[in-house]
C-alpha cells in the first residue's frame, strides 16, 4: 500500500480507510500534488467512495482546504488538504496542529446542523423555501454550509486571504456532482449556474424604491437610506436595510416592481417588509451566538453571512457595535447578481461618515 495518502489516527467510531478503490486520491486544482488526507466513520459503507473521491477532487489550496460530509449531525467522512498549508499564527483561535483542526472542524460541523437547523425555521416565516447554503465568513477565512438532501448536507473550509470565493464555487461544484450522482436535479445553490446569465433589458416602467425610516437619524434624508436606494433592483438584490440598534433601521426595496409580483402570491408586500425587519434582529443575535461557538476554530470576528434559500438568498454584514447591514433576493437565479449588489452595498457604507465599523470592537 502507497504511503503517499493518510488517515487519521481511528477515534471514536472511525477508522483507518483507504481512498478511493484502495489507490490515493489527488486533490485537484493548481498546485495539486500531495493526496488529500481522508477520515471516514467507521459505520460508512464502501458504497461511499465515489463521494469521498469527489470530495478529495474538490479541495485546492486556492479554493477549499476542508470537506466533511454529516447525516443529521452525525459525522461520516472528511477529506482535507490541511498538511498543505502554513500552520496558523499562534494564538487559541488559530486552530494548533491539522490533527487538532481536523477534530475541531468536525465538531462545527455537528455544530452548524442544530444551530442553522433553527435558522431554517426562522427562515421559513418568509416563505422562500428551505435553507440550503450558508457561507460564514471569518476575516480571511470562511465555512460552508450546505445541503444535498434534505437530512445530508457538507461543511467546508477556506482557510487563507483570496480563497473564501473559489471556496464557495467549490462547494456548489461539489453539490452538484452529489445530486448528479444521485440523479436528483440541481439546487443551483448561491446562483453560480445563472450567474453569467445578463440582467434584463427588456423596456419597462422603472418604480422608486419603497423606503423606510424608523428612528431619529438626525436628518430627514440619512445618507445611508441613499445608498440602500441606490443598491436595490428588481434584477439583482431587491431588499436593503441598515440597522443600528441604539437609533433604528432604514430600508429601501423594490417589491412594488410588477416583475417581481409572482414573489408575493401568499405574503403580502408590507408582511415581507415587517417579517424582514424581524428576521434581520433575530439573526443579529445568531451570528452572536456564532461567534462565540466558532472562536476557538476560526480566527477573527463573523463579519458576513449568507443564508440561500430555495427561493432567493438573504445576506448580512456586521458593521461594529451591534449595527449591521441586511439584503435580500427573492429570486434563486438572481442570487449571485445580489451578492455582488451587496457586496458594492458594505463599500458604500465604510464611505459613509457614522457607518464605519469600529475595527477595535
Not at 463521494?51 to 466533511?68: I, K, M, N, T, Y
Not at 452525525?74 to 483542526?101: H, M, T
Amino acid at each position: 500500500m502507497s504511503d503517499d495518502w493518510t488517515t487519521a489516527a481511528p477515534g471514536h467510531g472511525e477508522r483507518p480507510e483507504p481512498p478511493v478503490e484502495g489507490r490515493p486520491v489527488p486533490a485537484d486544482g493548481p498546485g495539486a500534488g500531495p493526496f488529500a488526507h481522508l477520515r471516514r466513520a467507521e459505520h460508512v459503507t464502501d458504497d461511499s467512495d465515489v463521494f469521498v473521491g469527489l470530495c478529495a477532487r474538490a479541495l485546492s489550496e486556492e479554493g477549499l482546504h476542508h470537506v466533511a460530509e454529516y447525516h443529521w449531525g452525525v459525522f461520516n467522512y472528511s477529506a482535507d488538504i490541511l498538511d498543505r498549508l502554513p500552520l496558523p499564527p499562534d494564538g487559541p483561535a488559530a486552530g494548533g496542529e491539522p490533527a487538532d483542526r481536523r477534530r475541531r472542524f468536525t465538531r462545527v460541523g455537528r455544530q452548524l446542523h442544530y444551530v442553522l437547523g433553527r435558522m431554517d425555521h426562522v427562515l421559513r416565516s418568509v416563505d422562500s423555501g428551505r435553507l440550503v447554503r450558508s457561507v460564514l465568513q471569518f476575516g480571511d477565512g470562511a465555512v460552508f454550509h450546505y445541503y444535498f438532501r434534505a437530512d445530508e448536507y457538507l461543511t467546508g473550509f477556506s482557510l487563507r486571504a483570496g480563497t473564501v470565493d473559489a471556496g464557495d464555487r467549490a462547494m456548489a461544484d461539489l453539490v452538484a456532482a452529489f445530486r448528479d450522482e444521485l440523479g436528483l436535479p440541481g439546487l443551483n445553490p448561491g446562483g453560480y449556474e445563472t450567474a453569467s446569465r445578463p440582467a434584463s433589458t427588456t423596456p419597462r416602467t422603472a418604480k422608486e424604491p419603497h423606503l423606510v425610516k424608523e428612528g431619529d437619524w438626525g436628518t430627514p434624508e440619512p445618507p445611508v437610506l441613499a445608498r440602500c436606494a441606490q443598491t436595490v433592483s428588481a434584477d439583482g438584490l431587491h431588499y436593503a436595510g441598515y440597522f443600528d440598534p441604539g437609533i433604528g433601521h432604514l430600508t429601501a426595496d423594490v417589491f412594488d416592481d410588477p416583475v417581481l409580483a409572482s414573489f408575493f402570491r401568499i405574503l403580502g408586500r408590507d408582511e415581507r417588509r415587517t417579517r424582514y425587519v424581524g428576521l434581520g434582529e433575530r439573526l443579529h443575535y445568531v451570528v452572536a451566538r456564532l461567534n462565540q461557538s466558532l472562536r476557538a476554530v476560526v480566527p477573527g470576528r463573523l463579519t458576513r453571512v449568507v443564508l440561500d434559500v430555495e427561493e432567493g438568498a438573504l445576506f448580512y454584514a456586521d458593521r461594529g457595535e451591534g449595527r449591521f447591514a441586511l439584503g435580500v433576493s427573492l429570486d434563486q437565479s438572481q442570487a449571485a447578481r445580489a451578492d455582488r449588489r451587496m457586496s458594492e452595498l458594505v463599500r458604500a457604507l465604510s464611505a459613509t461618515p457614522g457607518t464605519e465599523p469600529d475595527e477595535t470592537h
